[in-house]
C-alpha cells in the first residue's frame, strides 16, 4: 500500500464496483483485499467518469459521518436509488460499516438518502413518517425545501462532495455548510480546492478528460466555485457557461444570485436560439416565483444575464441516479416557456 497526499492508496487492478452484480459486496471484497475501487460520475456535468480510490478513503471517514447522522445497531437505512449513484453506494457501505441494516424498501427505516430533488418528490408523497433522519446529496439543497421538511417533523442532514473529493461540508442545507472533518479548504479564482484524506486518487487511464486538478501540495478541485468564511463553505455550482450573442455567461454565480430570490429551486440551462445561437432558460419549481424573478433580473441582471425563457416545471426530470437531467430539462423548458423566443440578449 503505498501513501500518495495523505491518502490510503491501494494497489492492483480496481474493482468496478458499480458494475458489480452486488456492489457492496464487491467494496467489501475490494476493502479486504487490499484494492482499489472504481466508481464513476454521473455525467451530469459532462461525459461519465471513471474514478479511482482506496476504499480506506472511504471506510476512515465512516466513523465521523455515522456519529453526525446518530447511527446505531437500531436505525434502518433507506436507499431508493440505484447503487451504480456514488452517493447511494456510499450510504450503503456507511450501513454496513455501523452494523444498520438497509433496504430499497422503505418500510421501519429510521434514515434515509435522497437527492434534493427526490425529497421534494417526497415530501408531496407523504411517505417520509415525522423523526426520520434524511441525508441528502448529490445536488446543493436550498433552505427553503430543508424548511418544508423540518415542518413535516423530518430531520436534514445535508452534505456536499463529489466523486473525486468523497465528503467535504456538512450541513442541514447548502447554506450553512461547514467543512467536514479532517478537511482543509481554500478558494483560488473563484474555485474550491480541498486537501483531506478522503480525496480518490483521480480519473482512471483512459477516462474521458474532466475537472479533476491536482495541486502539488495535495489540494484538489474539480471545479466546482465557492466561498470560504473561516470552515464555513459556500458553494455556488460547478463551472459552466453559455454564449449569448457573443457574451459568455457563468452559469454557477448566476444561478447562485437568482436563488437568493427564489422561494423554491431554480435551474438555469442554454437553450438554442435561431438568431443569437444560444440563450438562458430558467425552470423554476414554484409557479409564483416566474413574476418574481423576472422583475428582479429587468433590475438586477445585464441584457445577457437575463434569462428568456422561463417555465414552470415543479418535478425536473431526473437521471437514474436522481441528479437532474439537463438535456430533459432544456426539452421541456422549450415545450413550457412562457418567455418569447424572439427575445434577444
Known sequence: MNLLNGVNRCDGEPVDVAVAPDPVAAFWHAHRNARPIAVH??????????????????????????????????????????????????????????????????????????????????????????????????????????????????????????????????????????LFDRVEARISDGCIWVRSPWLSDGPAPGSPPGPWRLAGDGFASVGDRGRLDDHRLCVAGREGSITTGGVTVELAPLAARLRAVATGEIHLVGIPHRVVGEVLACAVTRSDDIEALRSWSQAHLSAAERPRAWAYIDEPPLTAAGKLDTAALAALIREHRTALEDDRP
Open 41 to 178: 460520475t454521473s455525467g451530469t456535468t459532462g461525459r461519465p467518469r471513471t474514478v479511482l480510490r482506496s476504499t480506506a478513503s472511504w471506510t476512515d471517514s465512516f466513523g465521523f459521518a455515522a456519529a453526525r447522522l446518530g447511527l446505531s445497531q437500531t436505525s434502518r437505512f433507506h436507499i431508493p436509488g440505484p447503487l451504480s449513484a456514488t452517493m447511494n453506494l456510499f450510504a450503503a457501505c456507511l450501513a454496513g460499516f455501523s452494523g444498520v441494516g438497509w433496504s430499497p424498501d422503505p418500510a421501519g427505516a429510521t434514515h434515509c438518502t435522497l437527492t434534493p430533488s427526490g425529497l421534494a418528490r417526497a415530501l408531496g408523497t407523504g411517505r417520509l413518517r415525522p423523526g426520520l433522519v434524511v441525508l441528502v446529496a448529490g445536488d446543493g439543497l436550498n433552505r427553503g425545501l430543508r424548511d418544508e421538511a423540518v415542518g413535516q417533523g423530518l430531520r436534514i442532514e445535508h452534505y456536499y462532495g463529489a466523486t473525486e473529493l468523497s465528503l467535504v461540508a456538512w450541513g442541514s442545507c447548502r447554506d450553512d455548510l461547514r
